[in-house]
């Protein structure tokens, strides 16, 4: 019912349109027909028309067709360069009812884009943490998503019963969790977490490739090489649109990460006692880091509790969700417009 719901009720996605049937649009569209929703979906060719409509899903020819559906919501799926295209088309018959929302990895360009085809008053950003490095609707698969956390995003203008749609496809209808932060502070994370290690994992491969003994090396190679190398097997070319989409933040945290191993190179060639305790301390600086994988190896249960939301308050609601996300709290279902139950599970002590 989307953001028609009655004023006391907590908005629902029951009907989903989905913009693109790759990897990520596919999985998330056979999720969600799966789990009961209703789901429209376009794709810019329709090769995987036949494999989506045995999944259950309603498939159309033309984009502007999902928004003549007048879904609860419709996710842009397609790659950000197709985005001006697809929203200039979707700009004159998009329904105020419906709640727009992406899975990009970068939330400031989207935005961005969204603005400049005046959409912004119904959008909501989202992004989830899911994938790998295959591509294509043929890669798909609905478990993807399986225990997948979504940020969630949102500016000065963003509307909450629009965040709750989108909370409710992710929390109902994927049967994800999420957290709720501003876009800046996404793109910067995401940064952190992901753009720049596929470029580290990439100059570690580039660095074998290039090295005469490579065949020994690769030879060599186990479990470390394996896990600190994934994501360079991705595909270059959409490695290298992601990079550049946050470029500003990827730049910044890579001259960090310099600095740094640079500062580590200069250590290790000294070899004197000052430099020997510095080296000590590089390696336990991570220490809070590896007690909590620690503790999530071992199978720690998470604490439950419950997270207060002042949506009837613009001024409030905003950094009330930012605060929760920076105590580590994942929002698993919203149990009424003004409370959700969350677990703790990303708190580094």
């Not at 001006?84 to 990895?105: C, H, M």
Request: charged share 25%; glycine share 8%.
């Amino acid at each position: 019912m989307g953001v028609n719901a009655e004023v006391n009720a907590k908005p629902e996605a029951r009907v989903i349109a989905v913009a693109g049937l790759g990897l990520i649009g596919g999985s998330l569209a056979r999720r969600l027909a799966d789990r009961g929703r209703r789901v429209i979906a376009w794709n810019h060719r329709p090769a995987p028309y036949d494999l989506a409509r045995a999944a259950g899903i309603e498939c159309v020819d033309d984009v502007t067709d999902l928004a003549r559906a007048v879904p609860d919501v419709l996710v842009l799926c397609t790659p950000l360069k197709a985005m001006p295209d697809v929203l200039a088309k979707l700009a004159p018959v998009l329904d105020r009812r419906t709640v727009l929302t992406d899975v990009g990895s970068v939330k400031g360009q989207v935005r961005d884009e969204v603005k400049a085809a005046g959409l912004n008053d119904l959008y909501v950003g989202a992004h989830p943490m899911a994938g790998n490095e295959f591509s294509g609707y043929a890669a798909s698969d609905p478990s993807l998503y399986d225990d997948a956390l979504w940020a969630i995003t949102f500016d000065e203008r963003t509307a909450f019963d629009r965040l709750l749609v989108v909370a409710d496809m992710i929390c109902e209808g994927v049967g994800d969790r999420f957290i709720a932060i501003d876009d800046d502070t996404h793109d910067h994370a995401a940064a952190l977490i992901s753009h720049m290690p596929h470029v580290v994992s990439t100059a570690l491969a580039n660095e074998l490739t290039e090295t005469p003994g490579r065949n020994i090396a690769q030879a060599l190679a186990a479990g470390c090489w394996r896990d600190m190398t994934r994501v360079a097997l991705t595909d270059p070319d959409r490695t290298r649109a992601m990079v550049e989409e946050d470029a500003a933040n990827v730049a910044m945290l890579l001259h960090h990460m310099s600095e740094r191993l640079d500062s580590m190179a200069t250590l290790l060639e000294s070899g004197d006692e000052t430099a020997m305790a510095r080296i000590r301390e590089f390696f336990a600086v991570a220490r809070p880091y590896r007690e909590y994988k620690a503790r999530e190896r071992g199978g720690a249960a998470h604490e439950t509790v419950t997270v207060r939301i002042d949506g009837g308050d613009e001024t409030v609601w905003r950094g009330q969700l930012l605060e929760s996300a920076k105590r580590g709290e994942h929002v698993t279902h919203m149990t009424d417009r003004g409370h959700a139950v969350a677990e703790v599970r990303t708190a580094l002590v």
